[in-house]
């Protein structure tokens, strides 16, 4: 009798497991990123390696879909690259389209992925260069190699940020390259492009050209060190080289709108309400 019931027992499930098997031949799974042939690759250089965390967790290259990225379902990250090294390896599967940065970023040990922690983006190379350059993928050109990042360890120590806006005025020339946020802890000399780097209290933020009209208002989110600050302003940069930097404008002093407003961060800060214009009639 109990040999009857395991083989009825026996039978019953083989039963059930067929028809299952029946109906997931007929259902269509999305793989997701795993059947895309299209993706980024290249290498990340690190520098400054004296200045690298010993809180670190991973290191992963991302790619914006949207800038600047409503959240982080606007990103696409590679896997976890070696960051004990000088260079580093890295690919990312992505949908074809457009992407308008692609960046490194690293994570503390005990915390979540954030903006504020970047360490490089693509077209930032040192010591003078800055200029936010997208990567498009399409159906005739699905995959972009050497899309090579500089990644700087020194901004793994940004522990505070400023916030505000920037209003643009006159028209955007046709021969920008760039339009750049930095706040500096001395006036900077735009004729001593490497000498801005001594005193840059972060990585320069670039402004997407498209966010920029006659009239327009873009709010900014720097992350910069903590300490005192003299100068926070906007620059334009045309093409063909970061020697044609000019002043857009800067944050005004309340007291005396015709001197640069200072102000000094705590470490762990955030300073909001930093608000100035920019103007594209200073540009010669």
Known sequence: MNEKRAIHIQMKWKIILSLLLILLAGCEFDKGLDVLKSRISGEVVFLGTESRPDNIDEVRVVAVANFPPSGLADVFFSEAIPFDRDTAKYE??????????????????????????????YGFEPPASASLQPVTLTENEPIATDIDLFA????????????????????????????????????????????????????????????????????????????????????????????????????????????????????????????????????K
């Open 92 to 121: 990312i599967l992505l949908p074809l389209g457009d992407y308008p940065a692609v960046g490194v970023l690293w994570k503390p040990r005990g915390k979540d992925w954030a903006f504020t922690s970047l360490l490089g983006f």
């Open 152 to 283: 700087l360890w020194e901004l793994a120590r940004l522990d505070a940020e400023i916030s505000g806006t920037v209003t643009f005025q006159g028209e955007l020339p046709e021969n920008t390259d760039t339009v750049l946020l930095a706040a500096f802890t001395g006036i900077p000399d735009l004729n001593n492009v490497i000498s801005l780097l001594g005193i840059l209290g972060g990585l320069p933020l670039p402004v997407p050209l498209n966010n920029i009209s006659p009239g327009a208002t873009y709010e900014f989110q720097l992350p910069v060190r903590s300490g005192g600050y003299k100068y926070l302003a906007a620059f334009w940069v045309a093409k063909g080289g970061f020697e044609t930097i000019q002043l857009l404008g800067f944050l005004p002093d309340p007291q005396d709108p015709d001197k640069p407003r200072a102000f000094t961060l705590p470490a762990d800060s955030v300073l909001s309400g930093l608000d100035f214009i920019a103007d594209f009639e200073m540009v």
